[in-house]
């Protein structure tokens, strides 16, 4: 699969551009099922290379105050695994990559098998699952394979070399470096342990290596852009849905125009 | 690659590690300091003074002979957990935890805390030893729990209450998560009970399992024989842990399980995981979860804050998956019920999490008959729920 996917596509055309791509992240249904599709389309328009959409969950421990907002939102506004799809199938019909990143429970519950082969067929390449660890992973990647669908996994700072090699070895389309020891949209200097995380991993894998967790401005994707081969932004989209309720297609736009511009500054 | 098999901390399909990869290397860690720990006699030896002269160890046997005839005449052995210190068995963990705190040189502590019962213990063990404390606590439930709260201040622990969610003990998790995640070089996430990511559910089995080792030698010591069953309430499940472990081995001894009915399994609103529950994955480990369609955590209820919890620990799932446990669910009204027979036949004022055991006690003896012998797990003392108590029975303060 690899290689032939618009995700291993993407990679490739980055660095012949020589910059990092940009990521972006958004729950889906946030804040509701159609302005949600707005709102991703809006984010590609600005300049996203590809989407990673968050299916909203109860128990969010990897994710901040920002992203717990937005999910308990979606999850208001009755966002289901099947409407999940819908929005899948009308962004990836944009052309741009199309991943998931769900916490373990609702692919468990929707059956993993029935998961990667619907969410495949509508178009999804890629499944980002932050608290499956690679030793609970096992049927997982065997599904993710049979479905030519990426299996995505975090590395952290705290990930020790023998396990580094484990891990990034069952990565597939990216490896996600978390930034720092913490959770989703906290305010650290990115830049320093994410530099020695990802100098690691380059060491033993030839996968690219994206950067989530505290990337929020032009500046820290510029900076981290010097290193990795792509820059993963979060929670700086929610915040810009969450601060303009009358027009947040267009705040988020604009915080995809200026992140564009910093993958670009190496 | 590594398959399922090759992990340690599974209970049959249940258990395992489901969390962010930062944690790993901390359960790694904890993990190996658990088992060395266990394997050394100067640790053994200073968990058994702390035991013997801090603790309180060991908790009597009492035969609550007016209470029985409330259970069909059956003989009734409370095992008095709520006489150790701070007034429940939580204290049994967290004191084996804090010693596992200091042998990995970690500082800080946090907790999640329902009831209030394993955050005052944890706020206690942090008090004795030296480390910050932080405990993570529902808003609902630091309302319910007004009187613990103001304990955990009082012994220098920083109460933060969480607003996220239900507002209850699963969100207290999530937080505490979120905090060690965090702060996971110098802290500690001192879990209260048997749920959790491996190695949580196998070490706060081991340090509660001194509760059944104790109440076997008491009953044969008593009876001269084993008891018919062995009764506790179940939120987490740490306390039926601790006094079922010890008797798993004993094939004649029924092992009983009580989970909160709420207002009945019927409604919907209740907090009984494996009688109502599905399998599934929650807070780190694989278990029955009250989850809908979408693998979303329902909300749990119940009139025990200690209770109130929308998981269970995997070992019961296993317990329960292999029948060699079993488990009913007992309503708030019917907890209620018992928690005023025990108070005012035995001068003895229960927790209202282990009035869901009594009340398991006064339907069990019911079918046993007077010649049986039921062991009770009396978890906890009910001095934190007189407030709630009193509004259930209309007692004006």
Known sequence: MAGQSKLSELFIKCKLENRAALIGYLPAGFPNQSDSIKIIKAMIEGGVDAVEIGFPYSDPVMDGPVIQEAAEVARNNGITMAKTLDIVKEISATGVPTLLMTYWNPIEKYGPEKFAHDFSAEGMEGVITPDLPIEEAGVWLATAKENSIHSIFVVAPSTGDGRLKDVTSNCSGFIYAASSMGVTGTQTNVANTASTLVERVRKISDTPIAVGLGVSNRAQASEVAKFADGVIVGSAFVKAVLQNPSDPATA??????????????? | MLTDQDIAGKFGQF????????LI????????THNEA????VFLAELAHLNATYVGRPSILTDAKNFSKHCGGAQILLKREDLNHTGSHKINNVIGQALLTKRMGKKRVIAETG??????????AAALMGFDCVVYMGEEDVRRQS????RMKLLGAQVVPVTSGSRTLKDAINEAMRDWVTNVADTHYLLGTVAGPHPFPTIVRDFHSVIGNEAREQVLALNGKLPDAVLACIGGGSNAIGIFNRFIGDAGVRLIGLEAGGDGIETGRHASTISGGTVGVLHGTRTYVLQDENGQTVESHSISAGLDYPGVGPEHAYLHDLGRAEYRSVTDAEAMEAFALLSKEEGIIPAIETAHALYGAMVLGKELGRDATILINLSGRGDKDV????????IEL
């Open chain 2, 25 to 32: 290397g901390a359960l790694d860690e904890l993990e190996r």
């Open chain 2, 15 to 22: 258990g395992g590690r489901f969390v962010p990869e930062a």
């Open chain 1, 252 to 266: 988020v736009r604009k915080v995809a125009e200026e992140l564009s511009l910093g993958v670009r500054e190496r």
């Open chain 2, 38 to 41: 266990m394997s050394d006699p």
């Open chain 2, 147 to 150: 009187l613990n709260v103001a």
């Open chain 2, 387 to 394: 407030q709630t108590a009193a509004a259930w029975f209309g």
């Open chain 2, 115 to 124: 009831a209030g019962q394993h955050g005052v213990a944890t706020a206690t």
